[in-house]
Each structure stands twice: as structure tokens, then as C-alpha cells.
């Protein structure tokens, strides 16, 4: 059974940091590309962040979190996180992770087979 679990979300004010993390089992972790994709009340899924398999050579932002978010993975332990600094109001949505068996990690989200439950950030003063 393929399970995916984010932690990490919380309540933070504008511009502080939040560090989310998705742990994985039930697959074969290093071969797979992972995502985080957010959505916020009233809109449609959107892609944050990816990294591709293995060494995660390759990473991928959103233009919206480019330079402020940070994607990683450790693959000893099952693991994506995303590093979230200078946090913005509209960035109050619920994080999903996903695992891609492609290994790219790419933004469409129709590549990714498996998704999380997701965790709540919400960016309030």
C-alpha cells in the first residue's frame, strides 16, 4: 500500500518560514519524481515545486515561489520537504505532495500516480 503523509502546516504571519515534509512508503522512493502542488478556497490545483528521482539533479518552481521556496529530498529517509521563506497570504492553501513513476517531477500534475492527504498552511497577520 502506497501511503504519502505531509506534515509541516501551520498557522504563520507574512514573511516568516515554514518547513513542510512528506514522507513515503510503499514505493521504490528514489526512483520516483516528487511534487508539491497547493490549492487554495475556490481555485484549481496549481504546481509549487518538483524534483526529479535519484539525486534530484533537477528542480522545478512555480514562478510565484521561485526564489523563496526550496525543494529537496532525502532519499535514506523517504522524504521531500519544501522550505518555505518569506510566506505570502496567498500562499494560504492546502500543500499535496505527490510521487511521480516517471521520475521527472515536472509540473503536470497528471504524470504524478500517488498524492497525499495534504496539510493546511495558512498566511495570516
Known amino acids: 500500500q502506497v501511503q504519502l503523509v505531509e506534515f509541516g502546516g501551520g498557522l504563520v504571519q507574512p514573511g516568516d518560514s515554514l518547513r513542510l515534509s512528506c514522507t513515503v512508503s510503499g514505493i521504490i522512493f528514489s526512483t520516483y519524481g516528487m511534487g508539491w502542488f497547493r490549492q487554495a478556497p475556490g481555485k484549481e490545483r496549481e504546481f509549487v515545486a518538483g524534483i526529479s528521482g535519484s539525486g534530484g539533479i533537477s528542480r522545478y518552481y512555480s514562478n510565484s515561489v521561485k526564489g523563496r521556496f526550496t525543494i529537496s529530498r532525502d532519499n535514506a529517509k523517504n522524504t521531500v520537504y519544501l522550505q518555505m521563506n518569506s510566506l505570502k497570504p496567498e500562499g494560504t492553501a492546502v500543500y499535496f505532495c505527490?510521487?511521480?513513476?516517471?521520475?521527472?517531477?515536472?509540473?503536470?500534475?497528471?504524470?504524478?500516480?500517488?498524492w497525499g492527504q495534504g496539510t493546511q498552511v495558512t498566511v495570516s497577520s
Open positions: 505527490a510521487a511521480d513513476p516517471y521520475g521527472m517531477g515536472q509540473a503536470s500534475g497528471g504524470i504524478y500516480d500517488y
